[in-house]
């Protein structure tokens, strides 16, 4: 059976909207907090990676006399009312089957920087809102597309350079938007639209801040606003070359993290990977995707350059959040649009939909409410956050 869960999902969201803001404001306050210290990344040493929404709350922080602190905070708190809007607005007309439910409400989406409060706040929430705006264009305004592409990618790589790895989502729209069935000479001209954002993802690769640039903005931060650069901050320093990164990340590596994250993968991404296998494309004549009998395969090719991603650094669990964003939000777009065939009588017979509702409601709690992964890859999984998010919150206001 399918239905509408648009009062549930407002609910829902207005209280994760609701925990997020209470652990960012108390994460404004801590000093050593990782979302913070990436916040404090800017411009006043030179050019550099992730520099623009610090350099940005660094001018509203000046411009009104604030505490920096306390300008990232409001900021924060914007950004993550504008993505829970924009995920609603999303979402509220499609109609659900379990299945789709279970793809909603998996702890590795929505659920999860709220569950793992060291995500909270981080920078990809802008990426999320990009592509959330983009995916909102039109198919048929090619213009505003084009536009997109040339501003939004571009935008999102000063914001959160990894962006580059995720590319082949906007390359696949574009194929699909577009009908393209071969590489052509109309394939070749549209992918020039891509080229500032590779261009500028390269620059920012292979030109680091020197030590005397780094020395400057952690001198600036502490001098005017009294805010040392740690962690992500520091991180520029230390990490300041692609061979670093890779290096850095080396003695972490065992079997248990592989199994771990595997499992984590093949059980988070389950709801949507079952309706990616009983989904195809309405035109099976596209470039790419007609060599492939469903849409698993081309959409887990989509997704094999994050691999080096995951390579290069050690937030596994936040990763694993971010490439789920964009991989449902990507599915349900196509699907909104009308632009894929699912299978919905195979999708009736799947064992899922063959549990009594009772059952059905037990499996839900503990697949979505259930397990999260930790932050860093070298975290077990957690468990419950449903009941330890409220938990947690109704603790810190009982002690303060």
């Known amino acids: 059976m399918e239905i509408k869960i648009k009062k549930q999902l407002f ?14 404001n108390i994460k404004s306050s801590v000093g050593n907090d990782s979302t913070i210290a990436e916040w404090l990344i800017n ?118 350079e990894p962006l580059i790895f995720l590319i082949l989502f906007w390359i696949a729209t574009d194929i699909i938007y577009n009908k393209f069935e071969k590489l052509d000479f109309n394939f070749i001209k549209n992918s020039f639209t891509y080229l500032p954002t590779i261009l500028l993802a390269g620059y920012i690769a292979v030109n680091p801040l020197s030590n005397e640039e780094h020395a400057q903005m952690a001198s600036i931060l502490k001098t005017e606003f009294n805010e040392r650069c740690y962690t992500a901050c520091h991180m520029l320093l230390t ?80 990763f694993v959040n971010i490439i789920y964003v964009f991989s449902i939000i990507f599915f349900i777009s196509l699907y909104k649009n009308n632009l894929i065939l699912l299978n919905k009588n195979k999708l009736k017979k799947n064992y899922i939909n063959k549990f009594s509702k009772k059952t059905f409601i037990i499996i839900f709690i503990f697949f979505c409410f ?21 938990y947690k919150a109704l603790k810190i206001m009982l002690i303060n």
């Open 239 to 318: 990490h300041s070359t692609i061979l670093k990164n890779f290096q850095h990340n080396l003695d972490k590596y065992s079997f248990e993290v592989i199994i771990r994250y595997l499992l984590i993968i093949i059980i988070g991404f389950g709801p949507l990977f079952i309706l990616l296998f009983n989904s195809n494309l309405k035109d099976k004549n596209l470039f790419f995707f007609k060599y492939f009998k469903n849409l698993l395969t081309p959409f887990l090719l989509i997704l094999s350059p994050v691999i080096v991603w995951f390579a290069m650094a050690g937030d596994w669990g936040r």
């Open 43 to 160: 411009y006043t040493g030179g050019f550099t990676k992730r520099g623009i929404i610090g350099q940005i709350s660094i001018f509203f922080s000046r411009l009104f006399s604030s505490e920096l602190r306390d300008i990232i905070f409001y900021f924060q708190s914007t950004i993550t009312a504008v993505y829970y809007l924009l995920v609603f607005n999303f979402l509220k007309d499609i109609k659900f089957d379990r299945i789709f439910l279970l793809a909603i409400f998996t702890p590795i989406f929505l659920l999860y920087p709220v569950a793992e409060i060291e995500v909270l706040g981080r920078k990809e929430l802008f990426l999320f809102i990009i592509i959330l705006i983009y995916l909102a264009i039109p198919i048929n305004n090619k213009n505003l597309i084009n536009i997109g592409k040339l501003t939004l990618l571009p935008l999102g790589i000063l914001i959160y």
């Open 370 to 390: 259930g397990w999260n992964p930790k932050t860093m890859l070298t975290g077990d999984i957690a468990s419950f956050p449903g009941y330890r998010i409220p």
């Open 11 to 24: 609910i829902y969201l207005l209280i994760l909207f609701f925990f997020s803001i209470f652990h960012l």
